[in-house]
């Protein structure tokens, strides 16, 4: 099983709305990433977690929080989002401790903040 | 931090043309380079990578690559395209300060028929 997964597919919310996005891989991947993707733009880094810890934090507004339950999941939180947070957000795994820096992409969860 | 560059940002070739994306990175270490392809409304999929050894890496979907050290360049090529090439084509490095993949601006390839 090489696929990692992501819920939901498509998220319309609110700018009070609270909401988060899953993310799943069952491949014993230790490294879990978000990105996030504007149209027409490359994937920037937003978060890693490395063995269930935050290991980077590139900057992000507060109002996106992420969470590292247990070795197979990301989420991440979303709280009083603004409309220029709408974007595709793509969740990677690779697998730590090796020199295999592949990484494996969700198909994204495509959020629009109204 | 180690960033990679793509000059051609939109590429448009008749089917059966060959196609070379450029693609420069910007360190002189060891580096680990990856091209990715993002089909129109569908998610990134790695075409090849380059770690170490040969430095003409195959990849999937008839697609190659070479890694030449002294150009800092790591350009994705293929002999004939076709319709179905039709994509966004991204270049990138992993970091090993971040431990994540940066990617390059991306080029969007069109192929007419």
């Known amino acids: 099983d090489t696929e990692v997964t992501q819920t939901p597919k498509h998220l319309v919310m609110g700018m009070t709305n609270k909401k988060s996005l899953k993310c799943e891989q069952h491949m014993g991947h230790r490294a879990m990433y978000w990105y996030k993707q504007k149209a027409k733009k490359p994937p920037e880094l937003m978060f890693v977690?490395?063995?269930?810890?935050?290991?980077i934090n590139e900057s992000v507004p507060s109002r996106f929080s992420p969470e590292c339950p247990n070795s197979s999941l990301l989420n991440l939180h979303l709280h009083a989002l603004q409309p220029e947070d709408s974007a595709l957000y793509l969740c990677a795994s690779r697998k730590e401790g090796t020199r295999d820096y592949e990484q494996y992409f969700g198909p994204g969860t495509r959020l629009t903040v109204t | 931090a180690q960033s990679v560059s793509q000059h051609n940002h939109h590429v448009i070739l008749s089917e059966a043309a060959s196609l070379e994306l450029g693609c420069n990175y910007s360190y002189g270490g060891t580096v680990n380079l990856f091209w990715y392809v993002q089909y129109p409304g569908q998610h990134l999929q790695l075409l090849l990578k380059?770690?170490?050894?040969?430095?003409l890496v195959k990849g999937i979907k008839g697609f190659e690559a070479e890694f030449i050290k002294s150009k800092f360049s790591f350009n994705l090529r293929k002999p004939s395209v076709q319709w179905s090439d039709t994509a966004e084509y991204f270049c990138a490095v992993f970091d090993t300060g971040r431990r994540a993949l940066t990617f390059g601006s991306g080029t969007r390839l069109q192929v007419q028929p």
């Open positions: 977690y490395s063995y269930e810890k935050l290991s």
């Open positions: 380059y770690f170490s050894g040969d430095p």
